[in-house]
């Protein structure tokens, strides 16, 4: 990455001691309006052995793309890469709101042997990955452009859109799940009502668009970032309305990076572990075929802190 680090601070910051953990393969997300735990599991694993599951994934991955091909091309053979491109050039001449244009990035993994990897990105900001045990980057790059036109295929459906149905079931679900007080969703102030005031400013939106959101806020958690500002007594509400409309971009990628350099400075071998557990929430997440631009960007921001500071 290669933005400048400089001393400019807006976001807050915490020591290293403090900083809030995340589990390997779990994704904190109602952790982020202090309804505790991790949200996500570790991969179909978790109820069907590995083999059965990644034969289950790459059965729907093919399915989803051979019915968009046959809607879009005819039947035979599609290229999946040039496929993912059109969906997405198709969404944005329909008027979807795509700010930095529709095109979709690639990145290889430096490997000089097999097994490759590939991330894709797609337009708004997610984030997979070649799903399978690929022996060229030609086919890694076809594996996650897979993975990826599939989930936005399904983004498309009604049923993962915020509605005013999913919002209410949505809210029963935390209240029940931590044991909220009756009017909790209707005050801000509270955990649920954070959960709640951020789904119905996001009503209409898909749940993908909806992850990209969630992304800046499970950073800024990871980071402490978040935790730094309760204790400077500034409000969930006005956290959320403030973060809702920022972007996560270099600068706030090298604001966080600085706050990790001065871990590691506090506690030697801060970022190496980091980097490990961020490792291991990818591989998880890769072959389960999940969106996984949270701890990609973990590790883009804990490798610019090392670029910053040289041999760790």
């Given at each position: 990455?290669a933005?400048r ?7 807050p ?8 953990r995340?589990?390997?393969g779990?994704?904190?997300?109602m952790g982020l ?9 570790t991969?179909?694993s ?9 034969n289950v ?13 046959k809607?879009?091309h ?7 890469v ?6 997405w050039q ?6 979807a709101?795509?700010k ?10 430096p490997a ?15 984030c ?12 890694a ?6 993975i ?10 009604p049923?993962?859109?915020?509605s ?9 679900d935390a ?9 909790d969703?209707?005050?801000?102030s509270?955990?649920?009502?954070a ?15 909806f ?6 806020f499970?950073?800024l958690?990871?980071?402490?970032s ?6 400077r ?7 959320l309305s ?6 996560l971009?270099d ?24 980097l ?5 929430e990818?591989?998880a997440?890769r ?9 990609k960007?973990?590790k ?10 040289g041999?760790?």
């Amino acid at each position: 990455m290669a933005s400048r680090m400089h001393n400019k601070r807006n976001v807050p910051t915490m020591g290293a001691n403090a900083r809030g953990r995340i589990q390997p393969g779990g994704q904190q997300q109602m952790g982020l309006f202090g309804l505790g735990g991790t949200a996500g599991g570790t991969g179909p694993s978790t109820t069907m052995s590995d083999t059965k599951a990644k034969n289950v994934l790459k059965e729907a991955v093919d399915a989803v793309v051979n019915s968009f091909a046959k809607h879009t091309h005819g039947y035979g053979r599609v290229n999946v890469v040039e496929a993912l491109q059109e969906f997405w050039q198709m969404k944005a001449s329909r008027g979807a709101e795509l700010k930095n244009g529709a095109l979709v990035v690639y990145e290889s993994v430096p490997a000089s042997s097999p097994p490759y990897v590939c991330f894709v990105t797609l337009p708004g900001g997610s984030c997979f990955a070649s799903f399978q045990n690929c022996p060229t980057k030609a086919e890694a790059r076809r594996s996650a452009a897979k993975i990826a036109l599939m989930n936005s295929v399904f983004n498309e459906h009604p049923s993962r859109k915020i509605s005013d149905e999913f919002i209410e079931k949505a809210v029963v679900d935390a209240k029940s799940s931590f044991k909220g007080g009756p009017n909790d969703d209707h005050n801000p102030s509270t955990s649920i009502g954070a959960f709640r005031f951020m789904l119905d400013s996001n009503k209409g939106k898909s749940m993908l668009e909806f992850q990209e959101l969630m992304t800046v806020f499970q950073l800024l958690h990871w980071n402490g970032s978040l935790k730094a500002m309760r204790e400077r007594q500034c409000s969930r509400q006005e956290v959320l309305s403030h973060y809702s409309h920022r972007a996560l971009d270099d600068d706030m990628r090298s604001q966080m990076a600085l706050d990790w350099i001065s871990r590691e400075q506090e506690s030697s071998g801060a970022i190496m572990r980091e980097l490990e557990v961020s490792d291991h929430e990818i591989e998880a997440a890769r072959l389960a075929g999940r969106e996984l631009r949270f701890p990609k960007e973990k590790k883009d921001i804990l490798m610019l802190a090392c670029s910053q500071m040289g041999p760790i």
